[in-house]
């Protein structure tokens, strides 16, 4: 691994995939997902001293493995991940609020999406149905201030540090909210989370790999050695012609 080798893990099933952002390229799959199955694997891997970036999802068990065996690197969040995260907090809430109106498939879709994604049309439906409850109203558009937050990206150093106050504040206000469990996330995960303004990278890269890796295993109706199956992963999804096993 060169000194920018951007590293990613991800679970499927009982496995973790280990991704090459930079080129595109599935690294290695190691069977297990926790840092004691692991454990063995990464005290051999070469250069891991060399890992600069690790993106990843808003895993404490993924987290506290990387602090341990890649001290160099430096934690991103994935910005799908934090937003899908604070959209489900969101729907919880709102299904404590408004059962009934959570099961409309057409105010789902409303509510899901970015406000500044809907026509003028499906704002105003959106305004009207809100203003039946100042509650869930805010909540609302406080959840779409802090996703407008989360997916600016490639900012310039000055603009992400002016633009922090406004960031703590707003989780300020969510701790003092239905949503404080989720502030509470957003708090524990503020570096990684901030640093996703200066860094483009994400894990789209790695999802598609996931799509790859689960039409190979249905394809074989599954795999009863793990070994076959990490090689013909190798094989598809950015083989380079050596197979080393550490």
């Known amino acids: 691994m060169s000194q920018r080798q951007l590293m990613r893990t991800h679970r499927i099933g009982s496995a973790t995939t280990l991704v090459d952002l930079k080129h595109h390229k599935v690294f290695d799959v190691v069977l297990g997902r926790s840092e004691g199955s692991l454990r063995a694997y990464?005290?051999?891997?070469?250069?891991?001293?060399h890992v600069r970036v690790i993106v990843m999802g808003l895993s404490e068990t993924y987290r506290r493995i990387a602090q341990?065996?890649?001290?160099?690197?430096?934690?991103?969040?994935?910005?799908?991940?934090v937003v899908r995260l604070v959209n489900q907090h969101f729907l919880k809430l709102w299904q404590q609020h408004d059962p009934e109106g959570r099961k409309n498939r057409g105010l789902l879709s409303l509510m899901r999406r970015h406000h500044w994604n809907l026509s003028s049309v499906q704002k105003e439906r959106l305004r009207q149905y809100l203003a039946q409850s100042p509650v869930l109203q805010a909540l609302y558009f406080a959840k779409q201030q802090l996703n407008g937050f989360l997916v600016m990206k490639s900012l310039k150093r000055k603009r992400a540090q002016k633009m922090m106050p406004q960031f703590l504040a707003l989780i300020a206000q969510f701790e003092q909210s239905p949503a404080r469990a989720l502030a509470q996330t957003l708090k524990s995960w503020l570096e990684p989370i901030v640093r996703m303004w200066r860094f483009t990278k994400s894990n789209g890269v790695t999802e598609g790999f996931h799509t790859k890796m689960e039409m190979l295993s249905r394809r074989a109706y599954g795999f009863r050695n793990f070994e076959n199956y990490r090689m013909r992963v190798l094989a598809q999804c950015g083989w380079n012609g050596v197979i080393n096993r550490v």
């Open 42 to 49: 990464l005290k051999r891997l070469p250069g891991r001293e």
């Open 68 to 81: 341990e065996y890649f001290p160099n690197a430096m934690i991103v969040a994935d910005r799908f991940h």
